[in-house]
């Protein structure tokens, strides 16, 4: 081999390498264009989407979750044992046989589901947009699919209760997101690797049968805004990334503007949401479930769209009945994070487990009236705002749209003194509260000022300060720094 060709293979197999180990963490450093490889199935694109449906998904920022399927019904409990894990994946935890666990439908009959009414609890929170469980890995469907037997159209409620969600939460304003997990327990054709011939057949089955409730969901509701891809972690979607490639292509065909999550893609190597060069695949990172970046070491992230998606007990997505099993965040605490995320350039999707009979549990009822309720009077510091490029102090989090930048306070200290520090030749002008009042400020040294709290010293929720800034020359020349 010559020795370029042995530098360029060499950077290749370290590149993957490197790629497999931090294959969860899912966010390499681009390779230098001299060394990226080519790929069929990579990255369709540098940088962030740019037209104006991507613009809306961007500025929504706060959406909300809905994991509904027949695992509700258990509610994490099985021949009367109580499974601490994830509700949904219950078949899973206490090994129920596909064909004992879709008995469940003949019992789904949430009588109390009323699609108006989750709409209005939507649009009062302040969600924007709202992602559905159209399909989880049980494989069962909340829409009427003529592909299998396993949906609503077949248990006692019969109607189609994705095709009613859709329409109330357009009609409120809200867009809607599909979710849909490749990964089947119910389809005999699901593979989890390709070992043998016979798997590698099974398996394109599958993918057929894959493409045709996804252009079905495309085609029936085509007011979607997003596909959601989730279990695609497996070796048998690794192997197929020319596949994942395809349903990104057929998806943006069929509905104009749509979003597609990065969890879906797999490069010509299997690596997912990054390809092999480093490329953010998809329209946005979606890896961040449960946590969010390093407020001060992440910042990478602000280079692409990324969305985060959190559980409000530490790891139930579907109805679990007992959430005494694990720790239950406060509404301030997701309040927290939806701001966190949007000051890291992100989007923040909270999580709703529906009960079996169609309602909600009273304590996502309250969460979502508090967040609301905050929303309300604040979210001018979270709708289509940004990361803001200043310095994180320990007083909360900083977002921006153009010339304002808000401090979003949710630790005021004992001096009620919040400091900014700024970069060089961004200037403050003035602070106010969001209804107006002034609020002072001083410049205190060379890039920084203080910002006077006094006024928020009752505030028993997080507040909102708004710096109106100018970038230019800020005149520092009454400050210098120390000559040591
Ligand atoms: O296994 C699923 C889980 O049940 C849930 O749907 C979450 C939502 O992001 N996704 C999977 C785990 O990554």
């Known amino acids: 081999m010559k020795p370029t060709l042995f530098i360029r293979f060499y950077c290749f197999v370290c590149a993957i390498g490197l790629a497999s180990i931090f294959q969860s963490q ?8 001299e060394q990226e490889i080519p790929l069929q199935y990579g990255a369709d694109r540098l940088g962030k989407r740019q037209d ?34 994830a509700a949904e994946w219950l078949k899973s935890w206490a090994n129920v046989p596909s064909d004992e666990w879709m008995q469940l439908m003949q019992q789904w009959n949430p009588t109390r589901f009323d699609a108006k009414a989750w709409a209005r609890m939507a649009r009062q929170m302040g969600v924007k947009y709202v992602k559905i469980t159209t399909k989880h890995h049980e494989g069962f469907c909340l829409w009427p699919s003529q592909y299998t037997s396993y949906t609503v159209a077949n248990t006692p409620y019969q ?28 389809h005999p054709d699901w593979r989890y690797d390709l070992k043998t011939r016979e798997d590698s057949v099974a398996f394109r089955r599958f993918l057929d049968f894959t493409d045709n409730q996804l252009r ?25 990334g020319g596949w994942t490639a395809h ?39 979606s890896g961040y479930e449960r946590k969010l970046p390093d407020p001060v070491k992440d910042l990478k992230v602000t280079r692409w769209d990324w969305e985060a998606c959190m559980t409000v007990p530490e790891n139930q997505w579907g109805y679990h009945k007992d959430w005494s099993l694990s720790y239950v965040k406060t509404p301030m605490e997701v309040l927290e994070r939806i701001v966190h995320a949007v000051s890291m350039g992100g989007n923040m999707v909270v999580n709703f487990g529906p009960q079996p009979d169609g309602d909600f549990r009273p304590e996502e009822k309250e969460l979502a009236a508090s967040i609301g309720r905050w929303m ?13 490029g200043m310095e994180k102090q320990d007083w909360g989090y900083y977002t921006r749209k153009g010339n304002n930048i808000y401090m979003v306070v949710f630790n005021l200290p004992f001096s009620r003194r919040l400091k900014v520090k700024v970069p060089r030749k961004l200037r403050i002008d003035a602070a ?38 100018e970038d230019g020359s800020a005149d520092s020349s009454r400050y210098r720094d120390a000559l040591t």
């Open 26 to 33: 899912a966010q390499p450093r681009p390779l230098p264009a």
């Open 52 to 85: 104006a449906a991507m613009q809306q998904f961007r500025n929504h920022r706060l959406g909300a979750f809905i994991h509904w399927g027949l695992y509700a019904i258990p509610g994490g409990e099985w021949k009367g044992k109580m499974y601490p894990g």
């Open 159 to 186: 109607k189609d209760l994705l095709g009613e969600m859709v329409k109330a939460y357009n009609a409120e304003g809200i867009d809607v997101h599909f979710y849909f997990s490749v990964m089947d327990w119910s």
């Open 216 to 240: 079905e969901l495309a085609t029936r509701y085509s007011t979607v805004k997003d596909f959601w891809f989730d279990g695609t972690w497996d070796s048998s979607i690794k192997k197929n």
């Open 247 to 285: 349903v990104e292509r057929m998806l943006k065909e069929l509905v104009p503007g749509v979003t597609i999550n990065s969890r879906l893609r797999a490069d010509d190597y299997g690596k997912r949401h990054f390809d092999s060069n480093g490329h953010l695949m998809g329209d946005y990172e």
């Open 376 to 388: 309300k009077q604040n979210g001018e510091c979270i709708y289509g705002c940004d990361y803001a």
């Open 432 to 469: 106010r509260t969001l209804d107006g009042k002034k609020v002072e400020v001083t410049e205190a040294a060379r890039d920084e000022y203080i910002v006077l709290a006094d006024r928020f010293a009752s505030e028993k929720e997080p507040f909102v300060i708004c710096l109106s800034v």
